[in-house]
Antibody
Framework: QVQLVESGGGVVQPGTSMRLSCAAS????????MHWVRQAPGKGLEWVAA????????YYADSVKGRFTISRDNSKNTLYLQMNTLRAEDTAVYYC?????????????????WGQGTTVTFSS | QSALTQPPSASGSPGQSVTISCTGT?????????VSWYQQHPGKAPKLMIY???KRPSGVPDRFSGSKSGNTASLTVSGLQAEDEADYYC??????????FGGGTKLTVL
């Protein structure tokens, strides 16, 4: 079945880095754009980043621009989120999601398949 | 990026209809037909219910419908059922900002 499995979350300290991974299966990964979306504890959803199927087009939320980098390895069916200079406000569950629908700038805006999420927590 | 505006809560009795609004600007909701709605039960990942304003993914009941007028999009749930109780989020393409979510609406089935 179509599945996304995130990994790489954990406890981090301010200013450090972390890389999240999202392993895709059950569909042709290289045919679809992908998104990262996060949710802080008890808060709503926040879109983080998106990438086109070929990795050429990348988009970021202002809150992470310059600190986070989205990438993908289509040979490994895996999406990544490199997070640098982490801040306390980056604490959240991070979801990867498969894009669906009409493309805008190379990436579909909506997401029809979501992973279970991986948690990034700050340690003071 | 400013979040889209949703009412924090909505409610209805089983069998009734409920409409949740999502208000943005001409730079997001009003400027593009790329509004999506997601349902999220506690502790679960979001589920796509509506995309591109009114389109329903396979498997989503036709009790769920979407529409848009000007800068406001709406999700209507008809024939409310207990399992519809969840948080609902709208999102929209936002031009150069690419994508933005609403703050979420907690739907309670009375």
């Amino acid at each position: 079945q179509v599945q996304l499995v995130e990994s790489g979350g954990g406890v981090v300290q301010p200013g450090t880095s972390m890389r999240l991974s999202c392993a895709a299966s059950g569909f042709i990964f290289s045919n679809y754009g992908m998104h990262w979306v996060r949710q802080a504890p008890g808060k709503g959803l926040e879109w983080v980043a998106a990438m086109s199927k070929d990795g050429i087009n990348k988009y970021y939320a202002d809150s992470v621009k310059g600190r986070f980098t989205i990438s993908r390895d289509n040979s490994k069916n895996t999406l990544y989120l490199q997070m640098n200079t982490l801040r306390a406000e980056d604490t959240a569950v991070y979801y990867c999601a498969k894009a669906v629908g009409t493309m805008v700038g190379g990436v579909s805006v909506s997401s029809d398949v979501w992973g279970q999420g991986t948690t990034v927590t700050f340690s003071s | 990026q400013s979040a889209l505006t949703q009412p924090p809560s909505a409610s209805g009795s089983p069998g009734q209809s409920v409409t949740i609004s999502c208000t943005g600007t001409s730079s997001d909701v009003g400027g593009y037909d790329f509004v999506s709605w997601y349902q999220q039960h506690p502790g679960k990942a979001p589920k796509l219910m509506i995309y591109e304003v009114y389109k329903r993914p396979s498997g989503v009941p036709d009790r769920f419908s979407g529409s848009k007028s000007g800068n406001t999009a709406s999700l209507t749930v008809s024939g409310l059922q207990a399992e519809d109780e969840a948080d609902y989020y709208c999102s929209s393409h936002a031009g150069a900002q690419f994508n933005v979510f609403g703050g979420g609406t907690k739907l309670t089935v009375l």
